[in-house]
């Protein structure tokens, strides 16, 4: 059974960072991409940014490059979000996702065949 527990969230002040942590256990042999999403209040939810798990290409949406990044470990199963310069913006719950094959830029939540529970991140102004 796939597990993906994310942690790291928390309250923050507008230009401040955080590092979220996803502890995935269970993954299939074929698990292709892991990714952030995030959903504010009264929003659909969102990409943010994704990593190929064994190859390593990374990518971002707008909103995230040159202020996150994202990395994993292959031996430990974790995918990290390291979030700087955080807006109010980024107030959401943020959840961890796993997809199974290739696609070209899985950036919708339906490319992702399992989720974590997410964390929540508040930025305040």
């Known amino acids: 059974q796939v597990q993906l527990v994310e942690s790291g969230g928390g309250l923050v002040q507008t230009g401040g960072s955080l590092k979220l942590s996803c502890a995935a256990s269970g993954l299939p042999d074929d698990v292709y991409t892991m990714g952030w999403f995030r959903q504010g209040p009264g929003k659909e939810r969102e990409f943010v940014s994704s990593s190929m798990w064994?190859?390593?290409?990374?990518?971002?949406?707008?909103?995230?490059?040159?202020?996150?990044?994202?990395?994993?470990?292959?031996?430990?199963?974790?995918?990290?979000?390291?979030?700087?310069?955080?807006?109010?913006?980024?107030?959401?719950?943020?959840?961890?996702?796993?997809?199974?094959?290739?696609?070209?830029?899985?950036?919708?939540?339906?490319?992702?065949?399992?989720?974590?529970?997410?964390?929540q991140v508040t930025v305040s102004s």
């Open 54 to 119: 064994i190859a390593g290409g990374t990518y971002y949406a707008e909103s995230a490059k040159g202020r996150f990044i994202i990395s994993r470990d292959n031996a430990k199963n974790t995918l990290s979000l390291q979030m700087n310069s955080l807006k109010p913006e980024g107030t959401a719950v943020y959840y961890c996702a796993a997809r199974r094959t290739w696609t070209v830029l899985p950036t919708g939540p339906n490319d992702y065949d399992y989720w974590g529970q997410g964390t």
